[in-house]
């Protein structure tokens, strides 16, 4: 299996192992989502785990191999991940694994638990209050590094985030208008120049589109390309902006990337090559997975 790229995440929809439509969702997808998330962690509760994880392989075993959309799985615990992973012609149904909680005091137990498949495509989540403090934020970086296993991107968890503060988002807000703004600077600026893409966090106000759309508007404006849905009614609002973005900044791109001159105007803006060949060639490099 190829390993997917980050380009082809979109609007990635969160699925608890525990859903009533799992064996329908794993084999024909749910909302036009291009990923999905199985998730056994906070989705599940704790005296379900046991028989989210059995049934969760045992649907996956059944799936068809070939679908038209990523499926990845959120192990509660480096445990529950061994016992996913002893389950080799389930793991063969899937595009890679959500980690949760990663920061520099729990890569440890992670990385042992994937010893054993040192291939297996991984996107650690970034929502603990590690995340609040710059010399721990570059020690789970410095973890991020020392990992074998590739990573597709980083996913930020801005419930558990918020959580951690005694707060939670208020109607109207995006993730923008809450606290954890400069959090979401800190991981862009720390993780982005080392060569990790980011997922922008979930807008939990599910019946909010205009909300929604704002947000996403300032995700794309931020430099985000993939974004963490809760519910089926997010998603084709997501991807329009995505698909849309992505086209107005390939043109420009495109232009850039074609030109001789150090410095030029295009469409009322200043095109510079020396400060934005980079942003041009990512753009580039992501159009060809953005459908």
């Known amino acids: 299996m190829t390993m997917a ?40 509760a704790p005296a379900n785990v046991t028989w989210a ?30 016992q996913l992973l002893d389950a080799p012609e389930a793991m063969a149904k899937i ?9 520099h005091t729990s890569a440890r137990a992670w990385r042992e638990a994937l010893q054993s498949r040192p291939d297996m495509a991984i996107m650690p989540t970034l929502e603990t209050v590690a995340l609040f403090r710059e010399d721990s934020a570059i020690a789970t970086l410095e973890a991020l590094n020392d990992l074998e296993n590739p990573v597709i991107a980083l996913r930020i968890g801005a419930n558990d985030l918020l959580g951690a503060v005694g707060l939670k988002r208020q109607p109207g807000q995006t993730i923008y208008d809450t606290p954890l703004r400069s959090t979401i600077e800190r991981l862009i600026t720390l993780f982005r120049p080392e060569g990790y893409e980011l997922a922008a966090p979930v807008c939990d106000l599910i019946g909010e589109p ?26 084709a609002l997501v991807e329009e902006h995505l698909t849309q ?15 001789t001159d150090a410095v030029f105007k295009n469409d009322g803006q200043m095109l510079e090559a020396k400060c934005h060949t980079r ?6 490099a992501l159009q060809s997975h953005v459908s």
């Open 245 to 259: 973005a992505m086209l107005r900044q390939q043109q420009q791109a495109n232009v850039l990337l074609n030109s």
């Open 210 to 235: 205009e909300t929604l759309a704002r947000e996403v508007a300032q995700d794309i404006a931020w430099g985000f390309y993939a974004k963490t849905c809760v519910h089926p009614s997010q998603i």
């Open 95 to 103: 595009d890679g694994m959500v980690i949760p909680k990663f920061d």
């Open 53 to 82: 994880v059995q049934r969760l392989i045992k649907a996956l075993k059944e799936a068809p191999p070939n679908v038209g959309f990523l499926r990845f799985v959120r192990p509660r615990n480096p445990f529950v991940l061994r």
């Open 5 to 44: 790229r980050y380009g082809e995440l979109g609007a990635s929809l969160y699925v608890p192992a525990t859903h009533h439509s799992l064996d329908h969702i794993l084999a024909d997808g749910c909302g036009n989502a291009r990923s999905l998330i199985l998730c056994t962690e906070d989705a599940v």
């Open 279 to 284: 942003w041009a060639k990512r753009v580039t």
